[in-house]
Each structure stands twice: as C-alpha cells, then as structure tokens.
C-alpha cells in the first residue's frame, strides 16, 4: 500500500513538472509573438504615406469618380512600385500639415510644395517643379496690372505660398507684403474651390495662387478667368520630409533620378499636360543642364 502511493505519489509530480514545462513552453512563444508584434510596428511596413491637399489640382485631388489622382500621386505611385512599397494616400488639413509629418502620421508632404522659405524647416529632396504664383480676375475685370488690385478684396488660400508672399516683408526674397498693403481685404480660405465661387459671384475680386493650380482651375471651368501679366514670386516645389529623415529622402530622390533618366516622368508629365503640368517647368533631372 504504501509502495503504491509511492508511487502515485512520483506520477502526480511527473505531471505537474511537464504541466510546468509547457506552460513555460506557451508563454515563451506567446511572448516571442508579442516582441514579434512589437518589432514590426517599429520597423517600416513598406506603406509609403504621402500627406497631400486632397482639393490642389493637378497635383492632388479628387476626381468624379472619388478617387484620389494628381500628378504628385502618380510619381508617388511610380516611385512605390519601383521600391516594393504600398502607396497610401493621406488627405490632409494643409494648415495642419507640420503636425500630421511630426508626429508620423505621414512619411512625407507631396503636393506642390514649395521649397522656398521653408529650406530649414525639413528634410528636402531636390526641387521637381519651378512654379509661381499669380493673379487671377475675372476674364471681363478691370484689373490688368499690380496697382489695379488697390483697394479690391483679394482671396487666398490658408498658409499657403502665396499667402506666405503677400505677408512677407523680404523683397529680396520675393515678399509682396507692400503690395497686400492696398489690398481693400486679403482674406483666407480653405481651398481655391471655395476661392473660385467666390470669384464667380463677385464675393471676392482676385485670387492669389500657384499658376498650376490656377491653369487647371481655369481650365476646367471652360474659362472665364484670366492670369495679370505679372508675378507675385517664382519659386520651387520639393517633397518635404520629416527633419533629419535622410534615409528616406534618399530613397526616394534616387528613384525620382531614375525615372528622370528612364523616361518615365517625361511620359507622367505628358499624361498631366491637359491637367497644366507644363514640361518647361519640371525641372528635375534638368539642373546640370
């Protein structure tokens, strides 16, 4: 008897140790998957998410059809497949813009960005577009030159180039604040939509904008609009990445210079030629020229 229970006694131990062993077993793979879990949400997934201004034609918007196309999105696109990478196509406030790249919620800001002004503020690729930004009236205004927009109500968009020009005091470096000063209003808006019907129904007199943006608008208005002779200021787009993110910069810079020596941006250019994309002003793979 007592042998007996002897040994039910070593059996009962045998159990619990192997019931131990595995229990030890389980959680050593359960937290290898959780440092698994963990590594991958600190390592780059191969998303590239580009924050853009979801209403800047050709550069990035929304067509009919609710789907998000542009220019910048298609070199985006081109530059994801050549890498491997899943493109996501983030719209963003474009006044909140530094927030959304600071905070990772995008990789990079992509959408006619203009570099000028802002050379410290991020990490840059080199520029890709030579850009300006212009006048535009109503094709019957009066308003055919700079001092004719004395005492008119002139519409902008919310922190964007042009609006940075016309608050700008730095001649030297295109700063038109003395022109904004006749100004009977500068007033801010959301988006060059919004800028458009208002020039239409005569709530604003003159729009301040990036010349792309106001060909296209023009254009696919069927006209009525017309651009002042003269400029506000010349300037470059860049993409914009968060400081310090070399890498990445790098990445992408080096397959934009491919596609530049492939052929493949003259034909992403031609495709945005009706959309006012103009092959004089893409500049990249053209400085050494």
Not at 101 to 108: E, N, V, Y
Not at 215 to 238: A, M, P, W
Request: aromatic fraction near 8%; include cysteine.
């Amino acid at each position: 008897m007592k042998r007996k229970l002897a040994v039910l006694l070593v059996l009962v131990m045998v159990a619990g140790m192997t019931a131990a062993g595995c229990g030890n077993k389980e959680d050593k793979k359960a937290d290898a998957k959780t440092d698994s879990k963990e590594e991958k949400a600190d390592n780059d997934d191969g998303t590239f998410v580009v924050g853009f201004d979801a209403a800047f034609p050709p550069y990035g918007y929304k067509d009919d059809n609710g789907e998000y196309v542009g220019f910048d999105l298609d070199l985006a696109q081109e530059v994801c497949d050549r890498n491997g990478w899943k493109l996501k196509k983030q719209p963003i406030d474009w006044d909140s813009k530094d927030m959304e790249l600071s905070s990772g919620t995008i990789d990079c800001i992509w959408n006619g960005f203009t570099m000028n002004g802002r050379e410290d503020k991020y990490t840059w690729s080199d520029p890709y577009v030579d850009n300006s930004q212009v006048i535009v009236v109503p094709e019957d205004s009066d308003i055919k030159e700079f001092k004719d927009l004395a005492g008119k109500m002139v519409e902008v968009q919310a922190d964007s180039s042009a609006l940075h020009t016309l608050e700008s005091d730095d001649k030297e470096e295109g700063g038109q604040a003395e022109l904004a000063a006749t100004f009977g209003a500068l007033n801010q808006v959301a988006d060059y939509n919004t800028a458009f019907m208002d020039l239409e129904s005569g709530a604003c007199e003159a729009i301040a904008m990036d010349v792309g943006v106001a060909n296209y608008q023009i254009d696919s208005r069927g006209g009525g609009f017309r651009l002042l002779d003269e400029k506000l200021s010349t300037e470059q787009y860049g993409i914009g990445f968060k400081k310090g993110n070399e890498e990445l910069r790098d990445t992408v810079q080096k397959t934009l210079n491919e596609m530049a020596e492939d052929g493949t941006l003259d034909k992403i250019v031609e495709k945005w030629a009706d959309g006012g994309i103009s092959a004089d002003a893409v500049c990249l793979g053209k400085q050494a020229e």
